[in-house]
């Protein structure tokens, strides 16, 4: 992962309930708790393969807890509903950051399919 964009910088704001990424580049992103825990990496969010996705649905309100670093590669992120089984490798989280408002448009757009209402 040599010449990869790492961060420099990670902040968790806790009353925003949004994640600060400041890479070493000089982008940086404001990820919300909602978005990180519904984009999760894990197998338990992103199946085993494709088309395997299962919809994340109630997670306006979470939060994260606790941010775990592994190794000098990515963090776990301890979300106040139990999940912290995705690991956001650095390359994970530029490429959230990179991507979130058409990866937040496509979820609500799923969530309207599925018929669930989010709560503001």
Known sequence: MSGAPRPT??????????????????????????????????AEVKGHGPGQEVLQVGKEAVTIERIEPVGHYAVRLHFDDGHNSG??????????????????????????????????
């Open 9 to 42: 910088q990670l902040d968790y704001h806790r009353r925003a309930k949004v994640l600060e990424v400041q890479f070493d580049d000089g982008e940086s992103y404001r990820l919300p708790a909602e978005y990180l825990r519904v984009f999760s990496p894990s």
């Open 87 to 120: 690991l956001y490798t650095w390359r994970v989280l530029r490429t959230l950051g990179e991507r979130q408002e058409e990866n937040w448009r496509s979820y609500l757009s799923r969530l309207a399919k599925s018929g669930y209402t989010r709560q503001s």
